[in-house]
């Protein structure tokens, strides 16, 4: 990759946060080219598949999320802020990108996460990948709420995601708040963590209660989705709670 291409790169993955939301379905509804020109539905779907990684999607992340941790581990500690900069550039620079214009008609993610709302969660930097790759679905305390439940049924019965991650993380306040009994809460807020209390183990410390939670969201989503949990019976998806350590930068399966 020229320097030119790699520097659009790099600011463009430190722009994009988030996928674009159009079916891949779209590209079928396009009109019929001459024989001369490519099929535009499997020219598009080759485009936006570009990235996906071969074998285990799983194995996928937890390799792009090794990468992230090592550059995670170098930038951290006292040091100029232009030295930790050019780290996190120099990994996120090697990222496969798909092409902005194939992903302005549709996307065709490989793996969907449900994680915490947390600025500190970036899904797609601490796994390593590009904009189109994962499909997120984030609420605080990674909660299994109906919405984001729907949203992962339209990421696996249309987008056909093979792999769900439900992923809490370190120092959740959402987790914490549910677990302090007089916290000062908003009706919603006091509606957002009841699934979160509902979780709770008696005694745990607040990083076992954040695995727990994990865990207990990602039973609840099937629970809530006849879809889901047929998927998974049928081996449409694999279903898998993780926990992010922020300040290693490690994700770890549960």
């Not at 793996?111 to 984030?138: M, Y």
Request: proline share 7%; net charge positive.
């Amino acid at each position: 990759m020229s320097p030119d291409r790699r520097s659009v790169s790099r600011r463009l993955l430190l722009r994009e946060t988030g996928l674009v939301a159009a079916g891949l379905a779209a590209g079928s509804l396009m009109p019929r080219q001459s024989q001369a020109a490519p099929a535009p539905a499997e020219s598009l779907r080759q485009q936006l598949t570009a990235c996906e990684p071969g074998g285990d999607p799983l194995q996928a992340l937890v390799a792009g999320n090794r990468r992230f941790a090592a550059a995670w581990k170098a930038a951290s500690g006292p040091m100029d802020n232009q030295v930790r900069r050019r780290l996190m550039v120099d990994l996120l620079a090697d990222n496969c990108q798909l092409d902005p214009t194939a992903l302005a008609k549709g996307q065709k993610p490989w793996a969907a996460i449900l994680s915490c709302a947390d600025s500190r969660v970036p899904t797609e930097i601490l796994f390593h990948r590009g904009p189109g790759e994962l499909f997120n679905v984030r609420c605080a305390g990674n909660t299994a709420f109906s919405d984001g439940v729907a949203s992962l049924e339209y990421a696996v019965e249309v987008l056909g995601v093979p792999l769900i991650l439900v992923m809490g993380h370190s120092g959740c306040g959402a987790v914490e708040a549910a677990m302090d009994p007089n916290a000062s809460l908003t009706p919603l807020l006091t509606d957002l963590v009841k699934p979160i209390r509902a979780s709770l183990v008696p005694g745990e410390p607040l990083p076992a209660a954040i695995r727990t939670n994990a865990r207990y969201a990602t039973q609840a989503m099937l629970r809530k989705s006849e879809l889901l949990a047929g998927a998974k019976a049928a081996g449409r998806v694999r279903v898998q709670a993780a926990y992010f350590d922020i300040g290693s930068g490690q994700v770890s399966l549960l």
